[in-house]
């Protein structure tokens, strides 16, 4: 599995976890494929292609946002969506928080059709289908 994660989590926190996860998986963050500014809109509609990605994100807005909640459904990729706290905490609070939840993102990623599915991740607690 693909897992990209989006500018509101450190890059060098995607790296760390791409160094954790076993061969059969890849994390990369969203500037090792676009540049920083990039619009939400306009990266998933580039990764709308390439239907094997998870995504992994902080932006509440994208399941908000009229243009980005389309944008999102047509890419159709899942997606887990950090809570509010994720983006308040240091990037070595980030990588101790996804390391010790990302056994389980990956397990939630091999249960599910991909692309049918969204996830919320609270800093603390179980990780639940998010409803939208």
């Known amino acids: 599995m693909k ?4 500018n509101n989590i450190a890059p060098r926190v995607a790296r760390a976890l791409h160094c954790l996860v076993d ?3 890849s994390v990369v963050h969203l500037r090792e494929y676009f540049p920083a500014n990039i619009s939400d809109i ?3 509609g580039r990764l ?3 239907k094997d ?3 992994i994100t902080g932006d509440r807005n994208i399941s ?3 243009q980005e ?3 999102w459904k047509n890419a159709g990729h899942t997606t887990f969506f950090l809570k509010p706290g994720w983006t308040n905490i240091t990037p070595w609070e980030q990588a101790s928080q996804l390391c010790n939840r990302f056994p389980n993102i990956i397990k939630l990623s091999e249960k599910r059709k ?3 599915w969204a996830y919320e991740v609270p800093l603390r607690g179980t990780i639940e289908v998010m409803k939208i």
């Open 64 to 66: 908000r946002n009229p």
């Open 53 to 55: 990605w998870i995504i």
């Open 69 to 71: 909640v389309l944008a």
């Open 42 to 44: 306009e990266w998933m």
């Open 23 to 25: 061969k059969t998986h």
């Open 48 to 50: 709308s292609h390439e």
């Open 114 to 116: 991909r692309g049918t």
């Open 3 to 6: 897992f990209f994660v989006d």
